[in-house]
């Protein structure tokens, strides 16, 4: 199998607060990771891609010094949201390719944050 | 770069009718293609994937798409609907031969009534 769990699967937290978000591959090795965010009814758009050992590449429009990524493993990663305000409340989601086989992204659950 | 269109936010459907959700994408390298579902507040599952080969794949649950490159196409379809299948559906490129950074589309809701 190929397993993402995410922790927590639902955090509320007041403004100005800093919030991690744990993204684990528990039956394989991640080479690479990514970050997406989902707005409420609308699609999925890429943060950034992590790569065990080294810097995130962050998409353009993505403030890397809010959103924290640190890979230092083959199966975690961690996204934490610093000084979160109301308007980063939304849905993460990771995914995870194989360091092993094809490399297809498998999906964790999600992470509603909720920023009061 | 790759972007991805689905036409349609929203298709409703009655239980046992035909399903059909569309994708155009645009590549300019050979695309590799992707249609995933969502449950509501849980991540997205893999329902099929185009890569190399055959153009008609089939996915889980009885769907299948058929990619057709005259037409930058990658329409998901389904003989039969069950209540089940009341779900986001969204469709995916990536670019340069691989899996990474995949480019989604802006999702269809897909309704089922009985």
């Known amino acids: 199998g190929a397993v993402v769990s995410q922790h927590p699967s639902r955090v509320i937290c007041k403004s100005g607060t800093s919030v991690k978000i744990e993204c684990r591959s528990l039956d394989f090795q991640a080479t690479t990771m990514f970050w997406y965010r989902q707005f409420p009814k609308k699609s999925l758009m890429l943060m950034a891609t992590s790569n065990e050992g080294s810097k995130a590449t962050y998409e353009q429009g993505v403030e890397k010094d809010k959103f924290l990524i640190n890979h230092a493993s083959l199966t975690l990663s961690t996204l934490t949201v610093t000084s979160a305000h109301p308007e980063d409340s939304s849905f993460y989601i990771c995914?995870?390719?194989?360091?092993?086989?094809?490399?297809?992204?498998?999906f964790g659950p999600g992470t509603r944050l909720t920023v009061l | 770069a790759q972007s991805v269109t689905q036409l349609g936010s929203h298709v409703s459907v009655s239980e046992g009718a035909l399903v059909l959700l569309r994708c155009n994408y645009s590549s300019s390298v050979p695309p590799y293609l992707f249609w995933y579902v969502q449950y509501p507040n849980q991540g997205l599952q893999l329902l099929l994937k185009?890569?190399?080969?055959?153009?008609l794949v089939k996915g889980i649950n009885g769907f299948e798409a058929e990619f057709k490159k005259s037409e930058t196409s990658f329409h998901l379809t389904k003989p039969s609907a069950h209540m089940s299948d009341a779900a986001e559906y969204f469709c995916a490129v990536s670019g340069g031969g691989g899996y990474n950074k995949l480019i989604f589309g802006a999702g269809t809701r897909l309704a089922v009534h009985p």
């Open positions: 995914s995870a390719i194989k360091q092993s086989g094809p490399n297809e992204q498998f």
């Open positions: 185009y890569t190399t080969g055959a153009t």
